[in-house]
């Protein structure tokens, strides 16, 4: 038995036919919007289709007053079916896990690069971007500050003990000049 359809015909439902035999997997109910104020509980089947190897959703009918179409499935899978959807399903499965853990190494990788390349008090680091400072100035980092730093440009020191040569850059415009390692020796 599969889907049993039945059909309104001069205020009287009537035999319609059966359709979908051993491919009806499940069936279900939701909450669809059927007029744009009218909101209906319809029933569904998941029926396997053989030619395009997927699941799809089969309308059998509701409780909205203008459907004159009902069915009635009975699940009925063949098994042969059955274990392709199983199998479609694990390699989905392993698909995402797969993808999961990439994009978490990807961002472990940029966190660990963004930790290396963060400004830090005696740090090298070298201008990469910006107007004002030349790309490929090196300094050491003597202050920081609302995403600015401050670049010791030599190691000269005025009667005050403040560097005389320095550049002041946003952070995002600096990098390590140490190389990166990833992963992180233990």
Same mark, same amino acid.
């Given at each position: 038995? /599969?889907? +049993?359809? &039945? ?9 319609? %036919?059966? +359709?979908?035999?051993? !491919? ?18 319809? &029933? ?20 909205? #007053? ?11 899978? !063949?098994?042969?079916?059955? #274990? ?10 392993? /698909?995402?896990?797969? /993808?999961? &853990?990439?994009?978490?190494?990807? #961002? ?13 008090? %005696? ?14 100035? +090196? ?19 005025? #009667?005050? %003990? ?9 952070? /995002? ?14």
């Amino acid at each position: 038995m /599969a889907i +049993t359809w &039945r059909k309104l015909e001069n205020g009287e439902w009537v035999d319609n %036919g059966t +359709t979908h035999e051993g !491919l009806v997997m499940d069936t279900y109910t939701r909450c669809d919007r059927v007029m744009s104020d009218i909101y209906s509980d319809e &029933r569904y089947a998941s029926v396997w289709n053989p030619e395009k190897n997927r699941v799809e959703a089969v309308h059998l009918g509701g409780a909205f #007053e203008l459907n004159t179409k009902s069915g009635d499935a009975v699940v009925d899978i !063949l098994p042969k079916y059955l #274990e392709i959807h199983i199998g479609q399903v694990e390699a989905d499965q392993k /698909a995402r896990e797969e /993808a999961y &853990r990439k994009r978490m190494a990807e #961002e472990a990788h940029k966190r660990a690069l963004d930790a290396h390349n963060a400004p830090e008090k %005696g740090k090298v680091m070298r201008v990469v971007r910006g107007r004002k400072v030349p790309q490929g100035t +090196t300094g050491k980092v003597f202050w920081i500050g609302d995403g600015r730093v401050g670049l010791a440009l030599s190691d000269e020191k005025d #009667e005050r %003990g403040w560097h005389k040569d320095v550049a002041w850059v946003n952070a /995002a415009y600096l990098e390590n000049t140490e190389p990166f390692q990833y992963p992180l020796p233990a």
